[in-house]
C-alpha cells in the first residue's frame, strides 16, 4: 500500500519567498504587506477607500483625491512632524520644554 504525500498550498505574503532569507526578514515583510494592505482614511473624505497607487503615492478610491505619503504607509511619523512645523504648530520637543519650564517656574514661586 502506496501512501501519496500531498502538496500543501502556501499562503499569506509569503508564499512565495520559502524557506529563503531568515524567519526574521520574513515575519517584518508580512508585517509591512498587511499594514500596506489594510484600508487607510482618506484625509479628504474620511472614508476608508485609500489604495496605494506606486511608492508613495496615496489614492482614494471613492473621491479620487491623491496625495503623497510613505512607501507602505500613507502617513508616516516624519511625515506628521513636518506638517505640524510647516504649520508652526509646537514639535514634541517644544511641547515638553515648554511643559518642563512651566513646571520649573510653579517650584520657583512656590
Known sequence: MKTVMVKMKKVGPTRGLGPRYGS???????????????PHKCP??????????????????????????GAYTPVTKLGVIAKRSAKGLPTEEAVKAEEKQATEEEEETA
Open 44 to 69: 479628504q473624505c474620511g472614508f476608508p477607500r485609500v489604495k496605494r497607487e506606486s511608492v508613495g503615492v496615496w489614492k482614494c478610491r471613492k473621491c479620487g483625491f491623491k496625495y503623497t505619503g
Open 24 to 38: 526574521s526578514v520574513r515575519k517584518r515583510y508580512i508585517k509591512v504587506m498587511a499594514e500596506m494592505k489594510k
